[in-house]
């Protein structure tokens, strides 16, 4: 599957040297049994944190929209609203865009770089164990399929917080931890999704963080 690489130096986002990466990161927490490094959000632009959000779209209730240009996920709810994540996307030569269904998820997914990747990046290992701390899928991963074929891409989460808001992966949509556990539940098999250049201009204070509403 298609993911970050920063653990194994082949990044495109360059990690934060010694003190600077682990600012990034504030205790831990525990889920589905496994431990892990909780998101200092403190430290992270409030452009990125999940927010309530107006947003005007044609698509039906629950559709998540993605705005690659922008960093943003949204996921459309009622009374033209949409809940708003900051994500990472693909880097130049890796994006895609287009309609996509969820046909399968994973708690703490194991990570198998595709054969493409291996060939290009040799020190890969051939699998990751799911919860492993070096496991760049994070506590989630949701599969995108088109026609029923899997596309290679996914929504998970990521060990590099400070790449959201970035062009920082292979083609995937990067999430905080944190995120990437919330969007999990509020997405079923069969979510439709919506992967577009730029869809930002039609969500209401997209660009200005004082008036959204945060998530609670």
């Not at 040297?17 to 992270?44: P, Q």
């Not at 809940?83 to 399968?104: C, L, N, P, Q, S």
């Not at 595709?114 to 990751?128: A, D, G, S």
């Not at 930002?200 to 004082?210: I, Y």
């Amino acid at each position: 599957m298609i993911g970050g690489l920063a653990l194994w130096g082949t990044g495109a986002v360059g990690k934060p040297a010694g003190a600077a990466a682990a600012s990034y990161f504030d205790g831990t927490a525990v889920d589905n049994g496994v431990t892990f490094r909780s998101t200092n959000f403190a430290k992270i632009d409030k452009r990125w944190h999940r927010q309530v959000v107006k947003y005007f779209s044609s698509e039906p209730i629950g559709t998540v929209v993605v705005d690659t240009r922008h960093h943003f996920l949204y996921v459309i709810m009622e009374n033209k609203t949409a809940i708003r994540y900051g994500v990472g996307v693909g880097r130049e030569g890796f994006k895609w865009f287009g309609r996509a269904t969820i046909d399968a998820k994973s708690l703490w997914p194991r990570w198998t770089p595709p054969p493409e990747m291996r060939k290009r990046h040799p020190e890969l290992p051939q699998f990751v164990s799911g919860g492993s701390p070096k496991n760049p899928l994070g506590p989630r991963a949701m599969y995108l399929h088109r026609d029923g074929v899997d596309t290679g891409y996914r929504f998970h989460g990521t060990l590099e917080p400070w790449s959201i808001g970035k062009d920082a992966s292979s083609g995937c949509i990067r999430m905080f931890n944190e995120d990437a556990i919330d969007l999990y539940q509020r997405c079923p098999i069969g979510t439709a999704v919506q992967v577009l250049p730029h869809i930002a201009d039609q969500a209401e204070g997209a660009t200005q963080v004082s008036e959204t509403t945060p998530v609670e």
